[in-house]
């Protein structure tokens, strides 16, 4: 739970009031990489001894795992019952993304949670885009969703998010003002900081570039693959039915992204959700035995292993950069208005889709 220690070292450093990116701690020499508002709201876990705090880790992923199956069965349009829920959570946890994310002791979930909850509420719902803002304002990844609701016309809710986010980047520099200078100007430049590129854990586009070429900076071709992406995701997102559009921008954030790791991807679970509600139980299949297969750890990783690989173990290592650029074509096929089930969708202007409105809450 190496992710977890790096947490407690950032509230450490917070509430000690020592440099926040001058540490690194654990084996693998990790240093903080989320902006100082996510530091402040990890010195809770610097009350705990290490083991009680790992267990609590542990006990909220799985709570947090078991509302992300909730969430994304309402944002599906799929009946909510609890004995399906607590199984359909038991399988999920053997999903590679969250299972890592367990393992690392990490916030995935907890960030799913927060921007799939507030992206589901209805329109015009009170202060609608606050949650995704904070979301935004822990790891920056998530701020991809405003674009997509000022897009889409949701002008509110954007700039309520909007709003949330730069109130993170406030409270931060209040808070921390020499930490925030640091992670503003310099650190949020430093991707190398978060990890190399090249190894297999890393399921971005960049990630699948470096491997392919065998080079550990894949430069302009990555450069212009990711602009490309970008663009294409967000037009496809705009004119698609309102839960792909989701879909369709987290897929794409996790492509363009420099680092995307194999745990970031626990959207998977909404992906499957929506999958199995359009009747798509084959496809459903087929991406879970992709989140399930685990193929990236059984190709040669150890060392730089993994910049050494024969043409035929590529698609082994880089599964869900593959997979997402397929779901991107498949996505783009369907945009404008759709059928889901058999039922007219509209796509446009923010708003949702029936069963999405009927289960928001």
């Not at 202060?127 to 949701?154: C, D, E, N, S």
């Not at 509110?156 to 949330?164: D, F, K, V």
């Not at 209040?174 to 590129?197: M, N, Q």
């Not at 599964?319 to 996505?331: E, K, N, T």
Request: hydrophobic letters at 55%; proline letters at 6%; aromatic letters at 10%.
């Amino acid at each position: 739970m190496a992710d977890t220690l790096v947490y407690r070292a950032e509230g450490a450093a917070v509430a000690n009031g020592t440099d926040l990116y001058g540490f690194t701690v654990t084996e693998w020499q990790l240093p903080a990489t989320y902006p100082p508002f996510a530091a402040i709201l990890f010195v809770p876990t610097t009350w705990l001894p290490v083991a009680a705090l790992k267990v609590a880790f542990v006990a909220g992923n799985a709570l947090l795992l078991a509302v992300l199956v909730r969430l994304s069965c309402r944002f599906a349009g799929l009946p909510v019952r609890v004995p399906h829920v607590l199984a359909a959570t038991a399988l999920a946890v053997w999903l590679e993304p969250v299972f890592q994310t367990v393992v690392f002791g990490q916030i995935n979930l907890a960030l799913a949670c927060l921007v799939l909850w507030d992206l589901s509420r209805p329109p015009g719902a009170l202060g609608k885009g606050f949650a995704l803002g904070v979301a935004a304002g822990v790891k920056l990844t998530p701020a991809v969703f405003i674009v997509l609701l000022l897009i889409t016309g949701r002008v509110r809710a954007g700039l309520t998010a909007l709003a949330s986010f730069l109130g993170t980047v406030l409270l931060g520099a209040l808070a921390l003002p020499e930490a925030s200078a640091d992670f503003w100007t310099r650190r949020i430049f430093e991707t190398d900081r978060v990890g190399k590129a090249w190894i297999i854990d890393n399921q971005s586009l960049q990630g699948l570039f470096t491997r392919v070429l065998h080079v550990q900076e894949p430069g302009a071709v990555w450069a212009v693959t990711a602009a490309v992406t970008a663009v294409a995701g967000l037009w496809i997102a705009r004119r698609a039915p309102e839960r792909w559009g989701v879909l369709v921008v987290a897929l794409t954030a996790l492509l363009v992204s420099p680092i995307s790791w194999s745990h970031h991807w626990v959207w998977c679970v909404p992906l499957l959700a929506v999958l199995i509600a359009e009747g798509r139980r084959r496809a459903a299949v087929a991406v879970a035995a992709v989140f399930l297969a685990r193929t990236m750890w059984l190709v040669p990783h150890e060392g730089d292993l993994d910049l050494q690989l024969a043409g035929w173990q590529q698609p082994l290592a880089s599964p869900y950069p593959l997979l997402g650029l397929a779901l991107l074509a498949f996505a783009a096929l369907r945009t404008g208005t759709t059928t889901v089930t058999g039922t007219p969708v509209q796509t446009r202007r923010g708003t949702a889709e029936p069963s999405t409105r009927a289960g928001a809450r």
